[in-house]
């Protein structure tokens, strides 16, 4: 097990790589990426589509009677930014507070992605809000979704955020009632709530994309997006176990996190599995261990937030470089700053560099 605050060091890396052929070589796979068309290139998921985005798989619609009230605040969107929006709101007294979610529950992204392998890809003792102040510690370092998901719903509670909410429902439009001095909000189950502040945090990642190929509209066969993993037709769970598919030639369209995650399940269990990748993905070890019980037992009150700050300076968007304290993550994203610092400090003189060799020596790490 891991004590989660290793002496982790800058990265061995071989030194007979060509680094300017190695550029050379992505920034070509990057003018791939650069469509004319831009977010053309994908299909807008109304229509025939509709099904990929606004259906739930998860919680059945139950009928009821449309809402027709005024309240204090309504938070658009109940993911984590509307989590926190309305735990915050609570905690500063204002109780009339109702989230309104598209989906079934709340938790945003943790709420409609459960395919096979889903993990966080950042830090979850970082990643994962309000651990400390409601005393939980995630399993592991890159935490699941099922458990992140968890411990949205255990954010709702805590602070009393299902009192008010109003789930399975979609804002569809929003106007301010000078008459009234509030915003109308129309859904799409007929109500008419008024209310006096609204908190924007729909968020973008709920909405799946789908490619443009040719030929989509026209395909009959089974077609699901991650986001709205079909187990139904797969068999198994977010552990894998996709027995259905053992007599199945599968397309996989896409190798992002995603893709990574999904390909050791569909590749064991498939018949056949077909990986369509536009760009080449950096994979590298995951390095995900358990909790050490003695490290989470030894944390002292301030210690999320000390280990945030931490990961934040030690990260590409960060300081960059940092000399004054360990690097407490050691992941794949506080690498490069560990990598970073360990240039400027091989340096004969690192106080005499200037801000363009440092920030070349930035750009030869990302």
């Given at each position: 097990m891991t004590t989660h605050q290793e002496n982790c060091g800058s990265t061995q890396t071989p030194d007979d790589i060509d680094i300017a052929a190695l550029r050379e070589k992505y920034l070509k796979e990057r003018d791939k990426r650069l469509r004319p068309e831009g977010s053309k290139q994908y299909l807008e998921l109304k229509d025939d589509f509709a099904e990929f985005s606004e259906v739930d798989p998860h919680t059945p619609v139950t009928p009821r009677?449309?809402?027709?009230?005024?309240?204090?605040?309504?938070?658009l969107g109940g993911g984590i930014t509307g989590l926190l929006a309305g735990a915050y709101l609570k905690k500063a007294g204002v109780e009339d507070v109702h989230i309104i979610e598209m989906g079934g529950d709340i938790g945003g992204v943790w709420y409609w992605n459960r395919f096979p392998g889903i993990q966080c890809d950042n830090d979850a003792y970082c990643y994962i809000p309000m651990l400390e102040e409601l005393n939980y510690i995630p399993s592991k370092k890159f935490a699941d979704g099922a458990e992140i998901y968890e411990h949205c719903r255990r954010i709702a509670k805590h602070f009393g955020l299902y009192d008010g909410a109003i789930l399975s429902t979609q804002v569809r439009a929003a106007r301010w009632d000078?008459?009234?001095?509030?915003w109308r909000l129309s859904t799409n189950r007929g109500d008419d709530i008024r209310a006096r502040f609204v908190v924007m945090a729909q968020g973008s990642f709920n909405r799946p994309k789908l490619p443009g190929i040719a030929g989509i509209k026209d395909f009959t066969g089974h077609t699901f997006h991650s986001a709205r993993w079909d187990y139904d037709y797969t068999g198994g769970d977010a552990n894998g176990g996709l027995h259905k598919l053992g007599d199945k030639?599968?397309?996989l369209v896409g190798t992002g996190a995603t893709g990574v995650q999904l390909v050791p399940h569909l590749g064991r269990d498939a018949k056949h599995l077909y990986v369509f990748q536009r760009t080449?993905?950096?994979?590298?070890?995951?390095?995900?261990e358990p909790t050490d019980p003695q490290w989470a037992a030894s944390l002292q009150p301030g210690w999320q937030e000390q280990r945030k700050r931490n990961f934040h300076r030690w990260s590409p968007l960060g300081e960059g470089a940092v000399f004054d304290e360990p690097d407490l993550v050691c992941d794949f994203w506080t690498e490069l700053g560990r990598n970073l610092t360990a240039?400027?400090?091989a340096a004969e003189d690192p106080t005499a560099l200037s801000i363009e060799q440092i920030m070349a020596f930035r750009e030869e790490e990302d």
């Amino acid at each position: 097990m891991t004590t989660h605050q290793e002496n982790c060091g800058s990265t061995q890396t071989p030194d007979d790589i060509d680094i300017a052929a190695l550029r050379e070589k992505y920034l070509k796979e990057r003018d791939k990426r650069l469509r004319p068309e831009g977010s053309k290139q994908y299909l807008e998921l109304k229509d025939d589509f509709a099904e990929f985005s606004e259906v739930d798989p998860h919680t059945p619609v139950t009928p009821r009677t449309p809402i027709d009230e005024n309240i204090d605040v309504a938070v658009l969107g109940g993911g984590i930014t509307g989590l926190l929006a309305g735990a915050y709101l609570k905690k500063a007294g204002v109780e009339d507070v109702h989230i309104i979610e598209m989906g079934g529950d709340i938790g945003g992204v943790w709420y409609w992605n459960r395919f096979p392998g889903i993990q966080c890809d950042n830090d979850a003792y970082c990643y994962i809000p309000m651990l400390e102040e409601l005393n939980y510690i995630p399993s592991k370092k890159f935490a699941d979704g099922a458990e992140i998901y968890e411990h949205c719903r255990r954010i709702a509670k805590h602070f009393g955020l299902y009192d008010g909410a109003i789930l399975s429902t979609q804002v569809r439009a929003a106007r301010w009632d000078e008459t009234l001095k509030r915003w109308r909000l129309s859904t799409n189950r007929g109500d008419d709530i008024r209310a006096r502040f609204v908190v924007m945090a729909q968020g973008s990642f709920n909405r799946p994309k789908l490619p443009g190929i040719a030929g989509i509209k026209d395909f009959t066969g089974h077609t699901f997006h991650s986001a709205r993993w079909d187990y139904d037709y797969t068999g198994g769970d977010a552990n894998g176990g996709l027995h259905k598919l053992g007599d199945k030639r599968v397309a996989l369209v896409g190798t992002g996190a995603t893709g990574v995650q999904l390909v050791p399940h569909l590749g064991r269990d498939a018949k056949h599995l077909y990986v369509f990748q536009r760009t080449p993905s950096s994979v590298d070890v995951r390095g995900n261990e358990p909790t050490d019980p003695q490290w989470a037992a030894s944390l002292q009150p301030g210690w999320q937030e000390q280990r945030k700050r931490n990961f934040h300076r030690w990260s590409p968007l960060g300081e960059g470089a940092v000399f004054d304290e360990p690097d407490l993550v050691c992941d794949f994203w506080t690498e490069l700053g560990r990598n970073l610092t360990a240039r400027i400090a091989a340096a004969e003189d690192p106080t005499a560099l200037s801000i363009e060799q440092i920030m070349a020596f930035r750009e030869e790490e990302d």
